[in-house]
């Protein structure tokens, strides 16, 4: 008699939930925490066997015992949701009537443009062509990495943004100063993509519904990474190996290193670049739609936090001018 598949254990079925839904790899492992989290404190019972009481005692303990962030206790509740829903589902009531933790409205960290100036002149190479696309499209360090060869428009001088965090495809800009580089290097990713294709590599990794459609796409130029590791990558599953994108930690290093030696005394992280690059634009007079479009926001809120970076709100307005053109610009008018 055949013995019926075994059932996937809970995180893994979360996990191929998500997947099927093709959200990314870090929601799926904030999700999968701290679903974890609420099962081992009601004692490694099955969420099943629980319901809204159970929830609210988890968000309440976050909130209370540990003293988590509103951001936090979100996260959790959104997994939780999605537990429910997706996985078990169960139906759950979204008025969970727990202790909820304080939230604290930060007012993000921003360079002034003498700052970026002197940042990028700290680094080098690769890693500030990345961090300068990054300022100047304002793009979240994710998008700025998974770039691929086919989102960069050159001519058009845009960049294509594929499923970011805000759930929806967008445009943004590209310096027209960061052109010819750009041209520069997307040709030595071509030297390299050609070397590795002659060594029986050349490979990169791609959703499966990708792969499916177009089955030449994962040695096709047009679908590498603009900015590919420089290690391969040894897949244990299909024995195939190729070239994902830099990691982040590798800009992240650099930005921080840059920022030292520049005697830069403020928390400088790649997402300051992005944080810089749309209070600039609002300094220069750029309207708070385009800029909200610009960055991805779902929601006009997110980007009106920006009207508390600015130094003066009476400046006149003037022409959309792409901050990091406007800094080399004047460097080069000073020389």
């Given amino acids: 008699m055949d013995i019926p598949p075994r059932k996937p254990r809970l995180l893994d079925q979360v996990r191929n939930q998500m997947r099927l839904k093709r959200m990314s790899p870090k929601t799926e492992k904030t999700y999968v925490h701290w679903i974890r989290k609420y099962i081992l404190f009601h004692d490694k019972r099955h969420p099943s066997e629980m319901a809204e009481p159970e929830i609210e005692q988890f968000l309440t303990h976050m909130a209370v015992d540990l003293r988590l962030s509103a951001t936090s206790q979100n996260q959790a509740m959104s997994a939780l949701l999605f537990l429910y829903r997706h996985v078990l589902n169960i139906s759950i009531d979204e008025s969970i009537n727990a202790k909820r933790a304080r939230k604290h409205h930060r007012v993000p960290v921003v360079l002034s443009p003498g700052e970026v100036e002197r940042l990028f002149s700290k680094m080098s190479g690769t890693k500030r062509l990345m961090a300068q696309v990054q300022y100047g499209g304002g793009l979240r360090i ?118 030292d030696k520049a005697d830069i005394y403020k928390r400088v992280t790649p997402h300051v670049l992005r944080h810089s690059f749309a209070t600039h634009l609002l300094e220069s007079g750029c309207d708070i739609r385009t800029i909200q479009q610009l960055l991805g926001h779902k929601d006009l809120n997110t980007t009106m936090i920006y009207t508390h970076t600015i130094h003066n709100s009476k400046l006149p307005a003037r022409s959309l001018i792409n901050p990091l053109d406007r800094i080399i610009q004047t460097r080069m008018n000073s020389q």
Avoid: M
């Avoid at 058009?156 to 590209?174: A, G, H, P």
């Avoid at 900015?227 to 070239?243: D, I, M, S, V, Y």
């Fill in 142 to 259: 994710s998008e700025c990495l998974s770039l691929r060869i086919q989102d960069v428009d050159l001519e058009r001088r845009t960049l294509r943004l594929i499923n970011s965090k805000s759930r929806f495809d967008r445009y943004s800009i590209i310096p027209e100063s960061l052109v010819p580089e750009l041209r520069k290097h997307r040709s030595r990713v071509k030297a390299l993509h050609d070397a590795d294709l002659k060594n029986g590599y050349g490979r990169v990794e791609l959703p499966e519904a990708i792969q499916r459609k177009f089955r030449s796409a994962p040695t096709d130029f047009r679908w590498q990474f603009f900015f590919p590791a420089k290690k391969l990558f040894h897949n244990e599953q299909t024995g195939k190996r190729g070239r994902w994108h830099v990691l982040p930690t590798v800009l992240q290093k650099e930005i921080k290193r840059a920022a």
